[in-house]
């Protein structure tokens, strides 16, 4: 990206000084007696001097804490760096420093309800949920599943939780069966909340008889607390007298056969165990990705309070479900004391202007979504400039995967014009954004507006030198607050080591193949390893092949990401028993089996038959070869493969070409 790229947005100079980024620029250059002179000045002090500028980040979000301690950074390693190490607070209390009668959250379901709650409801929610749990006998460390879609209940039960000091960890309940217990089974939790169905794409769908399995198959669920969504109260009453659930209570019931008790917020060390995410699956089942209370916390408030520069009157959207680390992410909007809006369904049921309709209806200034979802709003030629006022939209933010410079210019023309489109980027592994927005910064097609304050974050060569204006491995230098605490069921770290520090010890590889500009923005070109991301969602090839190798004609099998139409599509290569051959119904067959195991994104575009699949010399299936060489790349170590002459029956093939 060359210095003279036109910028698409330009924020005014009076704009920039009523941002709290640079709000916070002048109070450390007042407090510091520097003269950082403007976003890149300030980048690099809050690199170089990360205690001080993690310390100063503390004081102005105003962190709700028992204790602090006075000292920021006690061992610095990556990993097992030590943050804030004689800190004491509460993840959920901090969310909840708001008790007034402002709307915190706005539901919105595809069947066209919608509910609301003020920041006073949902502290009484929560009170009442985390009176339940405590009463079910969860306490520091215990874990809750949540198999919910995106709506108030999901919140709650969040905040109940952590409120306790237990952990927090969902997946969204388009999940088949293998992939909640692939997640759930590892973590072992005691109490599900789940709803009993949802609504998607015009069709209600049934969660019991996946709840009922679940159940039987976590021998740790001690209780199952059943949320109707898709059902009323009554009706769901009917189905579970009529049916009854083994261990299962509906959340009206549970929380009023609880005592009354004051919420409180056990205070928790810095690096208590939050939430744990889940890794796409690439190589076996999913890695437990353990985060920790403070860093989280801390780094949330760093990019909404000053990168996305939200505040009280703020309505915040992000288009996600609980099984994506996005939601993690807009519930600490709460923070700020924002409004949230929260949807679940598909964003173009029962049309394509939907969200944009609720976007005018409820006020949006924040509206976040995938790549994806602009492409496809792009192709579906709707153009909300021309159908709707969009009066408070001030900002735009999209991740999942990069967004192409065509996505770039159709929010400038069809959406709106003066907004701040900001492509954001970082992940499940760190929660959070290691480059994203600033209002306070130009916006240029295709690329990131810059590097997150106090993320050391480099573009590395194949020599381990940082460069710029060149290709290559993203990596974070430095230690910083919200890396992860560890891996779950990884004693000795080998895992968590494995997944981020091979490459260069002490080093965070992120596994992204990117750029830095001249002009401090990042270029993301995808992810330099196999994980799949069709739609922006990332997709594990383990999950995939696990139910490929159910359907008994299947001997063996390879899957790629396809780059296709400014997306990628998931491409699965089988290889089949003598005298089978591929057709509509074996192909349908596959389909389905994936489908109901995992989600629709693992749902293969293209089924395609072939003699054999290229293998390393210890057995390992070569998925990046196969990838490169489908779209006219040069494998550089052929020499590794045990069977390389198999990598030609991959070349220019017809169906690789079509719709």
């Not at 989280?296 to 009157?313: G, I, P």
């Not at 679940?344 to 006020?363: H, I, K, Q, T």
């Not at 954004?433 to 600033?438: E, K, Q, R």
Request: aromatic residues 10%; glycine residues 8%.
């Amino acid at each position: 990206m060359k210095d003279n790229a036109q910028a698409l947005w330009q924020p005014s100079p009076k704009a920039v000084a009523a941002t709290q980024m640079d709000e916070f620029r002048r109070l450390v250059n007042v407090k510091h007696q520097l003269q950082l002179e403007d976003y890149s000045a300030l980048y690099q002090w809050s690199v170089e001097e990360r205690e001080v500028f993690w310390s100063d980040l503390w004081d102005f979000c105003e962190v709700r804490a028992s204790a602090r301690g006075e000292e920021i950074l006690g061992r610095d390693n990556m990993p097992g760096a030590e943050w804030f190490p004689d800190a004491r607070l509460n993840f959920a209390e901090n969310l909840l420093r708001y008790r007034d009668d402002k709307t915190a959250l706005v539901e919105r379901l595809e069947n066209g309800s919608r509910r609301q709650l003020s920041y006073a409801q949902l502290y009484g929610r929560v009170e009442r949920l985390a009176s339940a749990l405590a009463n079910q006998g969860i306490s520091e460390g215990d874990r809750v599943a949540g198999f919910m879609p995106n709506v108030m209940d999901t919140v709650v039960a969040m905040l109940a939780t952590t409120s306790l000091g237990a952990i927090w960890t969902s997946c969204s309940p388009d999940f088949g069966i293998n992939g909640v217990f692939d997640r759930f089974g590892q973590v072992e939790p005691k109490v599900l909340i789940a709803c009993e169905g949802y609504f998607y794409n015009g069709k209600v769908i049934d969660s019991l008889p996946r709840l009922r399995e679940i159940v039987a198959r976590i021998d740790s669920i001690e209780k199952l607390v059943v949320v109707p969504v898709a059902r009323s109260q009554e009706k769901a009453a009917q189905v579970l007298a009529a049916e009854p659930l083994d261990k299962a209570v509906l959340l009206q019931e549970f929380e009023a056969t609880a005592p009354e008790r004051e919420l409180t917020f056990v205070q928790t060390a810095f690096d208590h165990p939050l939430y744990i995410m889940y890794s796409s699956g690439t190589t076996g089942v999913p890695k437990c990705i353990v985060h920790g209370v403070g860093g989280t916390l801390l780094q949330h408030l760093k990019e909404h309070r000053l990168h996305c520069d939200l505040r009280r009157e703020d309505s915040l959207f992000y288009f996600t479900t609980c099984g994506w680390m996005m939601w993690n992410w807009l519930v600490s909007g709460l923070a700020c004391g924002a409004t949230l809006v929260l949807f679940d369904g598909s964003p173009f049921y029962p049309e394509a202007r939907g969200l944009w309709d609720m976007a005018d209806e409820e006020g949006i200034s924040v509206f976040g979504t995938s790549a994806k979802y602009i492409a496809a709003l792009e192709k579906s030629g709707c153009k909300p400039r021309e159908s709707h006022k969009l009066e408070k939209l001030r900002s735009v933010l999209s991740t999942g995967s990069p967004l192409a410079h065509e996505g770039f210019l159709y929010v400038y023309r069809d959406i709106k014009e003066d907004l701040c489109l900001s492509s954001i980027s970082g992940g499940t592994d760190i929660i959070s954004c290691f480059a994203l927005g600033n209002p306070a910064l130009p916006v240029y097609a295709g690329e990131l507006q810059c590097r997150g304050l106090g993320m050391a974050v480099e573009v590395w060569n194949d020599d381990g030198k940082p460069v710029t204006s060149e290709k290559g491995e993203l990596v974070c230098a430095k230690s910083f607050p919200c890396m992860p605490i560890g891996f779950w069921n990884d004693p000795d770290g080998a895992k968590y080591n494995s997944a981020y520090f091979e490459n260069w010890p002490g080093v965070w590889a992120h596994g992204d193949y990117a750029e830095i500009t001249t002009h401090g923005g990042v270029i993301i070109y995808g992810r330099s390893d196999a994980v799949l991301n069709p739609g922006g969602v990332r997709i594990g090839t383990a999950e995939i092949y696990r139910q490929v190798e159910k359907v008994e004609e299947v001997l063996d099998s390879i899957c790629i990401g396809q780059q296709w139409q400014d997306d990628v599509r998931v491409v699965l290569f089988v290889v089949l028993r003598e005298g089978v051959e591929l057709n509509d119904d074996l192909v349908q067959r596959i389909r389905s089996t994936i489908r109901a195991n995992t989600t629709p994104r693992h749902v293969p575009a293209k089924v395609i038959q072939v003699a054999d699949v290229p293998r390393t010399i210890s057995g390992k299936i070569v998925e990046l070869a196969v990838r490169n060489v489908v779209h006219g790349k040069a494998v550089k170590n052929k020499e590794a493969l045990a069977n390389p002459e198999a990598l030609a029956l991959y070349e220019n093939l017809p169906a690789l070409a079509e719709d």
